[in-house]
């Protein structure tokens, strides 16, 4: 079965510099939810899609941004990085009206 | 948004069936109870999901009271690659983004 896609898996910057990254759902689910894990923590609630329309918003800092496109793939766009940006980024995606969430490898960023 | 509180770590042994109970004291009507199982570096993995009484699919059970407040993840038989954190979420689709990760459970099973 088709699983979420996240590109690219390991993303290297540095202070300052702006980073894209990318999130293809799974076919016919329309929401798109966005996750920062650091290193030993707990994945953390940044953002999240509903039919191209932000639905909810959490602790995503303002540097971040993110859309979701008429295809439904969505990108977390983030700029002046800071070193502890570093962390394993998530994506996941799910049918509206439905609880469950299917996360991707995720993206690993390093900031130096 | 209500909120969960688990075991911070477990340890079992090979065969053995595990057990891990979520308390959610603050379940509202809506809620359903969720559990995701994520290994190190990879993105949590969707387990079983149940609203009343009991769930089952090929690799948990899900047992839940009358009351709502708790619920037990019920693994059968473990081997060592369900060494895992097993996180148990509870929200609804309105808010799915916002049922946190808290702390899950550790779990490491032994040889």
């Known amino acids: 079965a088709a699983g979420v896609i996240q590109s690219p898996r390991h993303l290297i910057k540095e202070k300052r510099e702006t980073a894209t990254l990318k999130c293809y759902p799974i076919?016919?689910?329309?929401?798109v939810y966005w996750y920062q894990q650091g290193p030993g923590q707990d994945p953390q609630f940044l953002i999240s899609?509903?039919?191209?329309?932000?639905?909810d918003k959490g602790s995503i800092p303002d540097r971040f941004s993110a859309q979701q496109f008429s295809d439904y793939h969505s990108e977390l766009n983030m700029s002046s990085l800071e070193l502890g940006d570093s962390a394993l980024y998530f994506c996941?995606?799910?049918?509206?009206?439905?609880?469950?969430?299917?996360f991707g490898p995720g993206t690993r960023l390093t900031v130096t | 948004l209500a909120k969960t509180t688990q075991p911070i770590s477990m340890d079992s042994y090979e065969g053995q069936e595990v057990n891990i109970t979520c308390s959610h004291n603050?379940?509202?009507?809506?809620?359903?109870i969720t559990w995701y199982q994520q290994f190190p570096s990879q993105g949590p993995r969707f387990i079983i999901q149940?609203?009343?009484t009991k769930v089952t699919n090929e690799v948990a059970s899900l047992f839940i009271p009358a009351d709502r407040k708790s619920s037990t993840l019920s693994l059968p038989r473990v081997s060592l690659s369900d060494t895992a954190v097993y996180y148990c979420?509870?929200?609804?689709?309105?808010?799915?983004?916002?049922?946190?990760f808290g702390d899950g459970t550790t779990l490491t099973v032994k040889p």
């Open positions: 149940g609203y009343k």
């Open positions: 076919p016919r689910h329309d929401t």
């Open positions: 603050n379940i509202a009507t809506n809620d359903y």
């Open positions: 899609f509903y039919e191209k329309m932000q639905s």
């Open positions: 996941a995606s799910a049918t509206s009206g439905r609880y469950e969430q299917y």
């Open positions: 979420l509870v929200g609804d689709y309105t808010n799915a983004g916002k049922s946190t």
